[in-house]
């Protein structure tokens, strides 16, 4: 029984410094990939968001930051299908759901992007940002009014946001 405990004991010990190696590399790799989205190298970014990927087919944050990589690049189809991953993996991300109502925005699927922005608005109707998204969604639709009220909505839910009396503004012109 004690050789039991003790072999079970050293495979614990010698198996967990081997598994927390490469999460830090996963980790480094998405901190990597996060430093040059900020300096605008998208190239660069998806490199080491893949390569995070490749060693962690669960790396959320990786498939999230490559979805915003590619959607930088004007890629929605690859931008979609790495949100869609992120999404499968942790379903309850709203940053994720957030970005896959951005993206079907620019590929001009505003039904999705309306699915996606209603299912979060019924979690959080004070979402400032999600109200004006809404608001972009609807202005693309070519639904003027519904997007008049949601930019109302979030100028209301926040007097200082100029984004939403600019864009507002942009209806009424």
């Known amino acids: 029984m004690f050789r039991v405990a003790c072999i079970v004991s050293m495979v614990c010990f ?3 410094p081997a598994l927390a190696a490469p999460i830090d590399e996963v980790q480094e790799l998405i901190e990597q990939g996060n430093k040059a989205l900020e300096s605008g190298k998208i190239d660069e970014a998806i490199k080491h968001f893949s390569a995070a990927i490749g060693r962690d087919k669960e790396a959320e944050q990786a498939f999230r930051g490559r979805a915003y990589a590619y959607l930088k690049k004007s890629d929605g189809d690859k931008a979609l299908g790495d ?4 999404i ?3 379903a309850q ?3 994720d759901l957030i970005l896959r109502a951005e993206i079907q925005r620019v590929r001009r699927d505003f039904p999705a992007a309306l699915k996606d922005i209603n299912f979060l608005l019924q979690q959080n109707p004070e979402g ?3 109200h004006q998204m809404r608001g972009s969604i609807y202005l693309g639709m070519g639904k003027l009014d519904n997007a008049i009220a949601d930019f109302s909505t ?3 839910l926040d007097p200082e946001n100029q984004r ?3 864009e507002r503004g942009h209806v009424y012109s």
């Open 14 to 16: 010698s198996v967990a």
């Open 83 to 86: 949100i869609n991953a992120a």
């Open 88 to 90: 499968k993996i942790n």
């Open 93 to 95: 991300e709203q940053n």
């Open 128 to 130: 400032t940002g999600l």
């Open 154 to 156: 979030s100028i209301k």
């Open 164 to 166: 939403g009396y600019l």
